[in-house]
């Protein structure tokens, strides 16, 4: 029996929002969407154009407030090629929520408060 992985779920609040902030930042795009006709959900996924792996953001009608992420221990990390360039575009944008230069990598916010960690190539 084998296992792989396909998608990482996470619930957004303003999805249109959420999709903007993953393409500017992350370079992903929508694979595909499910809207089923009652209205009361819709999951978009988003990839990368490299690997398999999707991040699948669900958005439903019925919530109206920030998701409660207790302590935010978990996250995505994320591989550039160009460490450099990727920092100063998120400086730019404001995410950048924690560094940590002695190892090599830092990490951003999405819309969300959700973590992304980015890692340079090695």
Known sequence: MKFKFAHNNINVLDLNK???????????????RI???DGRFIIVYLGDK???HLLELTWLSDWDHPYDL???????????DDYESAYKKHKEMGCICFENPGMGIYFINDPDGYWLEIIPAK
Do not use: C, M, Q, W
């Open 18 to 32: 959420s999709i903007k902030f993953y393409e500017e930042a992350l370079g992903l795009i929508e694979t595909r």
């Open 35 to 37: 809207e089923p006709e």
């Open 50 to 52: 490299e690997t398999a």
């Open 70 to 80: 207790g302590d935010n221990e978990f996250h995505l990390a994320f591989v550039t």
